[in-house]
Every structure is written in C-alpha cells, then in structure tokens.
DNA sequence: CGACTTTGACCGGCGC
DNA sequence: GCGCCGGTCAAAGTCG
C-alpha cells in the first residue's frame, strides 16, 4: 500500500479547527474510495471522477498507462464537511477553479506548497449531497507533514 | 515583504 | 479540423 496523506497521519482525526466557523467542527469520514490501479466505479454521484478515465477501451489500457504515468497514486475520500479545504497537516496552495458541468459547484485544484513535492489535491462539492465533499489525492508526498512527528515505522525509501 | 488567492487565459486531448 | 472540456499557468491583488 502506497504512502497516502491521510491513512498514515494520526493528525487526521475528525476534530478540526477552522478559522471562521465554532471552534470544534466533527465532521465524518463516511466513505472512501481507492482509486489505484483505476479499479473504480460508482454509478452516477461519481460522474466527473470517471470521466478521467475517458478514452480507455479496457482494463489492458488501464496497466499500460499506469506503466507510462508511475506516479499516478490517487485516493479520493469523501467527506461530510461543511468547509472544503480541511488542514490535513500539509499546505497546499491553490492553483486552479473551474466550474463542474452537472453541477453548480466549481472544483478547487491544490498543490502542495513544499518544494519538490508535487502532491496535487482536488476538492469539489458533490453534486447531490452538499454536505459532502469529495477530496482527491493524486501522487505521494517526499517529505513529512509539518505537524508529523511520528516516523517511527516508515522505511526511509518508502517514497522514491 | 514574502507567501498565498484569485481569476481569466491558455493548452492538450478527445469527440464529432 | 474545430470546438468542447478538464486541467494548469501566471499576473495582479490580498493577507499576515
């Protein structure tokens, strides 16, 4: 299993302290989805995720480009938040918005902001739920969270 | 003053 | 070949 943010930060708990809103807001970790590997299907709440994977014939498509793009980790999460951007212990710095089509809600596009990382996030409101929120990581992060003091078990060569 | 948002422009891939 | 669509860039503005 690949070195996702959010499966190996312990920071991660459901407690988080936005800047405008009450000082504890819960929010629940209702459901995630792996997406490595492209083994990934939903019927329609998951539209614009699939729509990625466009173009692609089959499963023989899928592995061979997962051979040409090696970094291609992805973990989507979905959350039920009322605020999109949640402090996962990492800074990410927003480079993009665009609106959805089928949906009235724009996709936020993030990086992570330490050099040399090119972790990318991509946050959107669902569609039918607006209390959910659908965060997508994509590749693997080369350094710890800043908050992460807890290397203990990592093998030093877990991300290269 | 540096780091980060914002927002429209730009670009490449794909369907028609 | 053209236009749509999803993703990224970059300049200007904003914040601490």
């Known amino acids: 299993m690949d070195f996702s943010p959010d499966s190996s930060n312990p920071n991660l708990n459901i407690t988080i302290y936005p800047d405008n809103l009450d000082p504890v807001t819960e929010f629940e970790l209702s459901d995630y989805l792996m997406l490595d590997g492209g083994v990934f299907e939903e019927d329609s709440s998951s539209q614009s995720i699939a729509s990625s994977e466009k173009g692609l014939g089959g499963a023989n498509e899928i592995s061979?480009?997962?051979k040409k793009l090696e970094q291609r980790h992805?973990?989507?999460?979905i959350t039920k938040s009322e605020i999109e951007v949640m402090d996962d212990g990492y800074k990410w710095r927003k480079y993009g918005k665009k609106p959805v089509?089928?949906?009235p809600n724009p996709r936020n596009y993030y990086k992570c902001s330490s050099r040399g990382c090119n972790?990318?996030?991509?946050?959107?409101?669902d569609r039918d739920d607006h209390s959910y929120?659908?965060?997508?990581?994509?590749?693997?992060?080369?350094?710890?969270?800043?908050?992460?003091?807890?290397?203990?078990?990592?093998p030093p060569n877990a991300w290269t």
């Open 74 to 77: 992805r973990v989507a999460f």
């Open 119 to 125: 972790v990318k996030k991509r946050i959107e409101r």
């Open 133 to 154: 929120v659908i965060t997508t990581y994509e590749g693997s992060h080369n350094h710890y969270s800043p908050f992460t003091v807890y290397y203990n078990q990592m």
């Open 64 to 66: 061979a480009r997962e």
């Open 101 to 103: 089509k089928n949906s």
